[in-house]
Each structure stands twice: as C-alpha cells, then as structure tokens.
C-alpha cells in the first residue's frame, strides 16, 4: 500500500481554503483532488483546533442569514 504525502500545516490551510472557495462539497473536492475525506476531515479539525476557531460553525451561519435574508424580500 502506497503511503500518501505528508503535508505541513500551511499546505493543509491552502487546501482548506481551496475547498472552503470551490463550492464543491466535501466529498467531490476530495475525490477530484485525490485526498481521503477521513484525511481532509482530519486536517480540518487539527488545523480549526490549533488555530481555535469554529470555521464550520460560521459557514452554516452564514448560509443560515442568507436563506433567511431571503424569505423576507
């Protein structure tokens, strides 16, 4: 079995960033860019743990405002 590439923190950030921008969901970044999602999922909180925010938490919020921003035009 071929071990995958070790990565360091600012290239996990990087790809983060990239999935947070794509607009894919979690699964089809993954697999277009060839990273497990049980790996992807691992960074993410390692790297939301270390840098001690709740990243996911604001995402939903967000969408939540926008939804709700929209029910009432």
Do not use: P
Request: proline letters at 0%; hydrophobic letters at 35%.
């Amino acid at each position: 079995m071929k071990k995958g590439k070790h990565r360091t923190k600012e290239e996990k950030e990087a790809l983060i960033n990239n999935y947070l921008e794509s607009g894919l969901s979690k699964t089809a970044w993954c697999r277009n860019n060839n990273i497990a999602i049980s790996t992807f999922s691992g960074w993410e909180k390692k790297v939301n743990k270390e840098n001690n925010t709740d990243e996911v938490i604001f995402i939903v919020v967000r969408h939540f405002v926008w939804y709700f921003n929209h029910q009432f035009k």
